[in-house]
């Protein structure tokens, strides 16, 4: 689709350079982003302008780690540590995706909030059963979301009514599962999914490379998250350098031809994160999970200068909330902390590193995504702030409420169409990266007012 959006627009060149244009032009060629313009270039000029005035356009936000059938009972046992919280809420509430009208309902729910936030790419965990995996997928596809989903793999050290029983069986499982996913969706991609490292077994591991170099599929799992999870891999791994080393051993874990995202890491060092960086693997940083599970804080500061890949997770249900923009302000807090409380010498991240990680940082894992250079993959959030802005900004008061404005957009003509009644002209308002500050903390999912994946507008 041909289009360009019109708005004050803002972007991440580096993890420190915001790029910002007001009241700019970013073209959608295709399915790309053309660039971003103060004026429109005359081999646009053909192209439906979609009017956002006033509002921030910003790159639609990667959640690079969530657990979609542990949206349903997000906030509860929050007071827990984590393989208590495991036992207690997150294993029973999988094991309720066998039944495919729970699965339809609270996947549905799922599939809203993530529909109606500022996410536009995700990396899911679903659950063992493949018919409800399958159903997600399918609710994802026709969302126009764009995700990578897991059916999870788990033959050990998990009670029995959430298990695989044989590694044999597993691997049969999650081959059909493949073989009904994989390419028939233009935006949903099958990803495997070992659970954990203590929850597969050798054989099970094994099996899940031989379906990696089959299809080349890509890898997510959990990495170094909690003191009594890296304590248990060394007592099951004695041989292994790292908890990483002992996935690295079965071929899962980066490296050439495997895309490979772990979440948390909080506590790698040393010669895993060395693994972590050779091997290119995405940290999935979630850090409001980890506050939640007394997990303890990443050294994402210490990552990044290292040239380690991070980008954020929500890691519902870890994490209550779905939204990246919670996760950039958790991100800043926590790592204010770490400063303070551990080591001096890693500074608190910055909001345009924030911005950075929850944009091109983790939408590097989908290919060109994060970013409006020219080339990037069009995915495009559309912010009313004014809800949050000060009153020295003027002349938004008489702007259309959210509703207004969605009702006056039809999907099919939505471009050039919008909104020209509620364009503020020559207001002066805040700098952008100010409005872009003032919305990664006090956000709601009210304030998106449109968003597009891949050139296409996503209905809300
Ligand atoms: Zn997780």
Redesign the pocket.
């Known amino acids: 689709m041909n289009m360009i959006l019109k708005g004050d627009i803002c972007y991440s060149k580096s993890p420190t350079e915001l790029e910002t244009v007001e009241n700019g032009y970013l073209v959608c060629e295709g399915k790309t982003v053309a660039g971003v313009f103060a004026e429109v270039p005359v081999a646009y000029r053909d192209f439906p302008v979609a009017d956002y005035g006033g509002c921030l356009i910003i790159p639609g936000l990667c959640d690079l780690?969530t657990?979609a059938p542990q949206f349903a009972y997000r906030g509860l046992g929050l007071d827990m540590q984590l393989l208590e919280w495991l036992n207690t809420h997150a294993f029973p509430e999988e094991a309720r995706y066998l039944d495919a009208n729970y699965a339809d309902e609270a996947y549905s729910k799922f599939l809203n909030a993530l529909k109606r936030g500022a996410t536009t790419r995700a990396c899911i965990?679903a659950t063992l059963h493949t018919p409800s995996t399958v159903m997600l997928m399918e609710k994802l596809e026709a969302s126009g979301l764009v995700s990578f989903v897991g059916r999870v793999n788990m033959d050990r050290n998990c009670p029995d009514y959430l298990c695989e029983h044989s590694a044999a069986e597993a691997y049969l499982s999650t081959k059909e599962w493949i073989e009904r996913t994989n390419g028939k969706f233009r935006n949903t991609t099958p990803i495997l999914t070992p659970r954990f490292l203590p929850a597969c077994s050798d054989e099970l591991m094994g099996k899940l490379k031989d379906l990696q170099i089959e299809y080349g599929l890509a890898v997510q799992s959990?990495l170094s998250e909690n003191r009594d999870e890296v304590a248990w891999v060394r007592e099951l791994y004695p041989e292994a350098k790292s908890y990483g080393d002992a996935l690295d051993r079965f071929g899962l874990f980066g490296g050439k031809d495997v895309l490979t995202t772990m979440?948390h890491c909080v506590l790698s060092e040393g010669a895993e994160e060395d693994l972590i960086r050779d091997n290119g693997v995405y940290v999935a940083h979630c850090p409001q999970s980890n506050t939640n599970l007394s997990s303890g804080i990443a050294p994402v500061r210490r990552f990044m200068r290292r040239g380690i890949r991070v980008g954020l997770g929500s890691?519902v249900a870890?994490g209550c909330h779905t939204s990246i923009f919670r996760a950039m302000s958790d991100a800043v807090q926590v790592s204010k902390l770490y400063w303070r409380l551990a080591d001096q010498n890693d500074a608190p991240l910055t909001i345009p590193e924030v911005f950075y990680l929850g944009t091109a940082g983790g939408g590097g894992f989908f290919g060109k995504v994060g970013s409006f250079e020219a080339g990037y993959e069009f995915d495009a959030v559309v912010i009313d702030d004014s809800s949050i802005s000060s009153p020295d900004a003027p002349g938004l008061e008489g702007r259309a409420t959210v509703g207004d404005r969605n009702a006056e957009i039809d999907n099919s003509a939505a471009v050039g169409r919008y909104a020209a009644d509620n364009r503020s002209t020559g207001v002066a308002r805040a700098a952008i990266p100010d409005r872009i500050a003032r919305v990664i903390y006090l956000y709601d999912d009210d304030c998106v007012i449109d968003k597009y994946a891949r050139g296409e507008r996503i209905v809300r």
């Open positions: 780690h657990h965990f959990h979440a890691d870890g």
